[in-house]
């Protein structure tokens, strides 16, 4: 009898402890119980104390606000227009070296000029100040997102998820070409006046050595991500944000117009991507491996959940402390560089036991 | 002196009506022609879908739409919506010739509509769900809203006003704030009209509304759409299958088969026509 005998699914579902009315399922278990493991091995080693220790930890979380930053572009262009958008790190990418562009007062598309017009115009003047440069930037990401709804989206209503999906990987590749074409492919260094270098007041105070821009980057991310909280929960556009995602004959059924809603949601991702490509230009310099920081938000998407703005920071926060604690500790008795994939590994072990995330919407089909 | 119009002080129908009329409130009148179509042809590809239809609606009345399947029925309310654009043929909306729209612009023209399958917002609550339906009375900026105070709060406000009385007509207070998705299926379809109603149209479709519902629900069903009909003076074009409501609660009839139209008329006269007969009970070829 099927009735008596729980099946496989049913069981493993059902494993898992309920604290004081929070249930607790096998993938939390397995996580909190790593994470307690991890705890006692350093405890015993009476790593607690250490400063160096913390300053790994510090330096993990700081790292994670950045990969935080990428994936909350991902997280609300998926939650309010059910597209997976591969091109997000290459809207970063994009985003930072038109803001350079500007900065340094480059000509667009220079080389395409002198080859086809014989114009050789590299430079037009000094470059805007920072701020300036910020708002024209900002208002090519807006450009650039109407494009993108009038040129890949609009044809595309009512398809399904991975044809989108397809769509925004094609729109990557074009993007970093024109990325190329308009601003050259020589790595920049990227200043918009952030504070460099080691934190003094941190150092005296703690002894940790800690990046100042980084201490940065956080303070933009919080509030980046209070300001976007707000905007789509409490909002009448939020609603119609979340209206589009779910439904779209029926968002266009009670009067929403798609393309607005589109342009807007890529407008706020277009904003993301400009915030995320200031922060890690200023880190690593403007240079086209940025795209591929993409490729480290997806883990922590796996673990945040794609439709959750906190799951987006907490997964990013887990991901860097992680793979930096792993790196320094356990790193060195296996043969080091263990960041390269110890994201990947950890969302694999999410996927395995937890495939909605920490905070994504569960997944219940009805049948 | 005549009583006041309430269920108590009338014995009949008649006297319930006569009543009404002595305290001048409005009785259930059919107006002009409110949307006219004329020579609608819909093709997909070689497949004709509707094939030179014309028929009207009036004011105030409730309009079957009715055909054995694949007659072209969601198709016809695809055209009126605007999510599909006829080959050929003409809409005229309220004596003017409609132009290529939009189904938003469409929408904000006060033309709301159901879905054959339910079309909701699988996750938000009935209460967000009804909501969107104001979208199109909303006028407050985006950065009112952004700034969530002011003029936006009290438009909030109102329009909160305006749902939960749809709410209460609908009788879905208990699930105010559940997510849809979990309803069960014939509430959801419930608040799918709740959102249509939403937007106070001047012409709601619905396609289907009562398909897939059990004999209680669908009682349920008629009573609203009678009563909204009735108290609101909306106009009505719906799609059924289920021929006993179709005769029971519609004004007029029009009859599609294999995209064209067989039959238009009264109830009592669409049940007389041959052709419509013949198209649902089949005829012999030989």
Redesign the interface.
């Known amino acids: 009898m099927t009735d008596a005998t729980p099946s496989m699914v049913e069981r493993l579902t059902r494993t898992g402890v309920t604290v004081r009315g929070i249930h607790l399922g096998p993938g939390a278990l397995l996580g909190l119980g790593a994470a307690a493991v991890v705890l006692l091995v350093l405890a015993v080693q009476g790593l607690l104390i250490d400063v160096f220790f913390w300053e790994v930890v510090i330096s993990g979380l700081l790292a994670g606000v950045m990969y935080a930053l990428v994936a909350l572009g991902f997280v609300l262009i998926f939650k309010s227009s059910g597209i997976f958008n591969f091109a997000q790190g290459v809207l970063a990418l994009f985003a930072a070296l038109t803001l350079v562009g500007f900065q340094t007062g480059q000509v667009p598309f220079a080389h395409l000029l002198s080859w086809i017009l014989g114009i050789e115009a590299h430079h037009w003047g000094d470059g805007f100040g920072t701020i300036l440069a910020l708002v024209f930037s900002l208002v090519v990401m807006i450009a650039l997102a109407w494009l993108i709804v009038r040129v890949v989206l609009r044809p595309l209503v009512n398809q399904e998820g991975i044809m989108l999906f397809m769509a925004t990987i094609g729109l990557a590749f074009v993007l970093e070409g024109v990325g190329d074409l308009m601003w050259g492919a020589n790595v920049k260094a990227l200043d918009v006046g952030l504070p460099q270098g080691p934190s003094d007041t941190i150092i005296d105070a703690t002894g940790m050595f800690v990046e100042k821009i980084e201490i940065s980057a956080a303070v933009v991310a919080i509030v980046l991500v209070i300001a976007l909280t707000l905007f789509s929960q409490y909002t009448r556009m939020g609603r119609a944000l979340r209206a589009v995602a779910d439904d779209h004959q029926a968002a266009l059924s009670v009067g929403i117009s798609l393309e607005t809603i589109w342009w807007i949601v890529w407008s706020i991702a277009g904003l993301v991507a400009l915030v995320a490509g200031v922060m890690w230009g200023a880190k690593l310099g403007v240079q086209f491996s940025l795209s591929l920081i993409a490729l480290k938000a997806l883990p922590v998407l796996m673990l945040g959940g794609f439709t959750s703005i906190p799951g987006a920071i907490l997964g990013g926060l887990i991901i860097g402390v992680g793979e930096k604690v792993f790196e320094v500790y356990v790193g060195p008795m296996i043969g080091g560089a263990t960041e390269n994939w110890f994201a990947y590994m950890l969302a694999l072990g999410f996927l395995l036991f937890r495939p909605q995330g920490l905070f994504g919407e569960k997944i219940i089909e009805r049948v | 002196m005549s009583h006041a119009p309430t269920a108590a002080a009338a014995e009949t129908d008649e006297e319930y009506a006569a009543a009404e009329e002595a305290h001048g409130i409005a009785v259930r009148q059919i107006g002009e022609v409110v949307m006219d179509i004329r020579n609608i042809t819909l093709r997909f590809g070689g497949v004709t879908a509707i094939r030179d239809i014309s028929f009207d609606i009036r004011e105030g009345e409730i309009r079957a739409i009715i055909g054995p399947n694949g007659a072209g029925k969601s198709s016809m309310l695809n055209v009126i919506?605007g999510?599909y654009h006829p080959q050929d043929g003409e809409i005229w909306y309220r004596g003017k010739k409609r132009g290529p729209m939009?189904?938003?612009q469409i929408?904000?023209l006060g033309i709301?509509?159901t879905?054959q399958n339910i079309?909701?917002?699988?996750?938000?609550t009935t209460l967000?769900n009804i909501?969107?339906?104001r979208?199109?009375k909303?006028r407050?900026n985006?950065i009112w809203?952004?700034l969530?105070t002011g003029p936006?709060e009290r438009e909030?406000i109102e329009h909160r006003a305006a749902v939960e009385k749809i709410i209460d007509f609908l009788e879905i207070q208990s699930i105010r704030k559940t997510p849809v998705g979990r309803l069960p299926y014939g509430l959801q379809k419930r608040v799918e009209l709740g959102?249509?109603l939403a937007?106070e149209p001047t012409l709601l479709l619905l396609d289907e509304p009562m398909a897939g519902m059990n004999v209680e629900e669908k009682e349920d069903m008629c009573r609203f759409i009678l009563d909204v009909n009735d108290e609101f003076g909306t106009t009505i074009a719906l799609i059924e299958h289920d021929m006993g409501v179709v005769m029971d609660i519609a004004d007029r009839v029009v009859v599609l088969d294999y995209g064209q139209k067989i039959g238009d008329g009264t109830p009592d006269e669409v049940r007389k026509n041959q052709a419509v007969i013949d198209a649902y009970l089949g005829v012999s070829h030989d």
Not at chain 2, 119 to 124: D, E, N, S, V
């Open positions: 919506n999510f939009k189904p938003h929408a904000r709301a509509r879905f079309a909701l917002f699988k996750g938000m967000d909501m969107t339906g979208l199109t909303m407050r985006m809203q952004a969530w936006a909030e959102r249509a937007a």
